[in-house]
């Protein structure tokens, strides 16, 4: 399938995730082959089939982009409605979920546009402790060039939905 053709289909896919789960898994690879998933909040995508997130805690992903700057993201629409309503009607309006395949920059300074984007993302939390000892020093990001895509499917449920 074109990534293409389906990249406003996988943001809807993304942004369902995102309001469900609040973050994205990114799976990477370490020197050994072994796989690796960390849960990353702060993804942001853009038209381009392009995204970028704030490159702050996980140890792990920055030495496994040493040899290995592939990743796989996922995002998972677990919105306990949207899965029961399926379930009841039998299919799925919209892709529970979608993986992308893409590689990785080298980490940059964010701009000011992407920090005022993320601060509009948390500003909801922006009077809770945990807000300024998580979130007061993000200023890393790193981009993500998507090349391709795999849908989550189940069958019969997930019939006609994807190009």
């Known amino acids: 399938m074109d990534i293409g053709k ?6 809807e896919v993304l942004a369902n995730a995102k309001r469900s789960n609040r973050f994205f898994s990114i799976a990477t690879v370490d020197c050994d082959g072994n796989p690796h998933v960390t849960p990353i ?14 490159d702050a805690y996980s140890q792990a992903m920055p030495k496994n982009f040493e040899h290995n700057k ?7 629409n677990s919105s306990t409605k ?11 309006k919209s892709a529970p979920a979608v993986r992308l395949f893409g590689e ?6 964010a701009t ?19 807000h300024k000892l998580l979130w007061s020093d993000l200023t890393r990001v790193r ?9 989550a499917t189940y069958p ?5 939905l994807w190009k």
């Open 104 to 109: 990785v920059s080298e980490p940059r300074k």
């Open 82 to 92: 949207f899965w029961l309503k399926s379930l009841f009607k039998g299919q799925f």
């Open 70 to 76: 592939r990743v796989c993201l996922m995002g998972v």
């Open 6 to 11: 389906n990249w406003s289909e996988i943001l």
């Open 112 to 130: 000011q546009e992407e920090i005022e984007k993320l601060q509009n993302a948390i500003r909801i939390t922006s009077k809770l402790k945990g």
């Open 143 to 151: 981009d993500i060039k998507f090349d391709a895509f795999s849908p």
């Open 41 to 54: 909040g702060h993804v942001f995508f853009r038209d381009d089939m392009t995204g970028y997130y704030f």
């Open 156 to 160: 019969a449920m997930c019939d006609g």
